[in-house]
C-alpha cells in the first residue's frame, strides 16, 4: 500500500509504504479456524508496518523498487526496516506513518491511498497480530485505487 506525506526533514511530498491485506485474505492459523476479520475487527483492510514480521519477498520488492530500507533512528535507538526520503534520504518513523489517526494508514485519514496487488501462487504465512477492534466499521477500501502490479510471489 502506498500513501503520501509530506517529508518531516526536506517538507517534499513523497510515498510511504506499508503492508495490507484485504480481511477477507486473512486465516488465523493459530486457532485452526476461518476467522472472519472484518466482521469480528470492523476492517474492511489491515495495514502493517512494513518494519513487521511481513514475508521476505515482500520486504526485498520494497527495497529493490521502492527505496525502503534498514535504517538507525535516534528515537527509537536501533535499525529497523523503514520508509526513506528519496531526496534528503531521512528515515519516515512507523509511529507517525500507523499510529496517527489522521496519518495515510491511519484509520481516520482521508488521503487516496494505492494498493499495489501482488499475485501469489501460494499462501504467505506471517506472525502479525490482529489485535484492535472498532466500531463504527472502517473503509479504507473506499479510498484506495487498486493497480495490478508486476509482481509476482
Given at each position: 500500500m502506498e500513501g503520501k506525506i509530506s517529508c518531516w526533514r526536506c517538507k517534499r511530498e513523497i510515498s510511504v509504504f506499508a503492508f495490507a491485506v484485504e480481511s477477507?485474505?486473512?486465516?488465523?492459523?493459530?486457532?485452526?479456524?476461518?476467522?472472519?476479520?472484518?466482521?469480528?475487527?470492523?476492517?474492511?483492510?489491515?495495514?502493517?508496518?512494513?518494519?513487521?514480521?511481513?514475508?521476505?519477498?515482500i520486504k526485498e520488492i520494497l527495497k529493490n523498487d521502492f527505496g525502503c530500507k534498514d535504517k538507525y533512528s535516534k528515537t527509537v535507538g536501533g535499525t529497523y526496516f523503514a520508509n526513506n526520503c528519496p531526496y534528503c534520504n531521512g528515515i519516515q518513523g512507523e509511529f507517525f506513518l500507523h499510529s496517527e489517526p489522521e496519518s495515510p494508514f491511519g484509520y481516520l485519514g482521508d488521503s487516496e491511498l494505492i494498493l499495489h496487488k501482488i499475485s501469489l501462487t501460494q499462501g504467505l504465512i506471517s506472525n502479525l497480530y490482529i489485535n484492535s477492534q472498532i466500531s463504527p466499521a472502517i473503509s479504507f477500501l473506499d479510498r484506495c485505487k487498486i493497480i495490478e502490479s508486476k509482481y509476482i510471489i
Open positions: 477477507n485474505n486473512i486465516s488465523d492459523i493459530s486457532e485452526n479456524q476461518l476467522f472472519d476479520v472484518e466482521r469480528e475487527t470492523g476492517y474492511d483492510l489491515f495495514i502493517w508496518s512494513i518494519s513487521g514480521d511481513i514475508s521476505p519477498k
